[in-house]
């Protein structure tokens, strides 16, 4: 199992990693919208993620602004609830 393991937290590790190279360099946007995170991951999941306050909400205005989700901390929220269903 211990070699299972990691070889899942090295995937999971690089795939971060490549998510965010490509950030870096423009291919991808550094924010997802939340129609987007509930299309993906479901709208109970990445809910459940804000009020757990895993999840930071950036929005532009007020009232009915546009959510705007760090792309990179949702995939790592992602990864982690993975690996720990691995335990």
């Known amino acids: ?11 999971a590790a690089a795939e971060l990693g490549a998510i ?5 360099a423009g291919r991808l946007k550094p924010y ?18 804000v009020e757990e306050g895993l999840l930071t909400i950036r929005k532009d205005g007020n009232h009915s602004a546009k959510w705007r989700i760090d792309r990179l901390e949702l995939e790592l929220i992602v990864k982690a ?3 720990l269903q691995h335990l």
Request: glycine share 2%.
């Open 1 to 11: 199992m211990e070699q299972y393991l990691l070889t899942t937290i090295a995937e």
């Open 20 to 24: 965010q190279a490509l950030v870096k």
């Open 32 to 49: 997802v919208t939340k129609a987007e995170a509930f299309r993906q991951y479901g709208r109970k999941n990445v809910e459940h993620w």
């Open 81 to 83: 609830r993975l690996l």
